[in-house]
């Protein structure tokens, strides 16, 4: 039972890493590679292949939350304790994050989608792209110009000052 449900979810990674090879003409491995030598040389690849991380990491979790719950469900009678429902919700959840880190890898894949090409996509293609450089630090003092100091004003002699 457990290989019939780890087949069917492992085909959403599975055609979604055959999708991102043909679009972009390369196997996993050698797009990881390329990414990691020039990150900022092609941002929408640099893209997919962070959002392909984290869904192949959430299929793993995924993976380990049907396990658990098969294995209680496999010891339980009849009915199904609050333990086993908790453990029903994490694969519930686990789907979800799955689903959603896989409808985000289509998007960046589909280039006809809808945001891809508008000017609000391609501020935040800006806005993304600056926020992966970070912070710049400054590691000098500031350049400070030179005051010249105001004049002293000196009371005369004879004149009373308040």
Do not use: Y
Not at 126 to 155: E, F, I, W, Y
């Amino acid at each position: 039972m457990s290989d019939d449900i780890r087949d069917g979810s492992d085909d959403v990674v599975g055609v979604l890493t055959e999708r991102i090879e043909a679009h972009f003409g390369m196997g996993m491995d050698q797009l990881k590679g390329a990414v990691a030598a020039a990150p900022t040389a092609n941002p929408d690849a640099t893209d997919v292949v962070k959002w392909h991380g984290l869904l192949v990491d959430s299929q793993a979790v995924l993976d380990r939350a049907e396990d658990g719950l098969l294995a209680a469900l496999e010891t339980q009678p009849s009915e199904v304790d609050d333990p086993t429902m908790s453990l029903a919700q994490r694969v519930n959840v686990a789907v979800i994050a799955r689903d959603g880190r896989a409808q985000v890898v289509c998007w960046l894949l589909d280039l006809d989608a809808p945001g891809r090409k508008d000017l609000a996509a391609e501020r935040l293609a800006r806005l993304n792209r600056s926020a992966r450089k970070g912070a710049t630090v400054q590691t000098s003092a500031p350049h400070r110009p030179a005051v010249v100091p105001a004049p002293v004003s000196v009371p005369r002699a004879g004149r009373a000052t308040l």
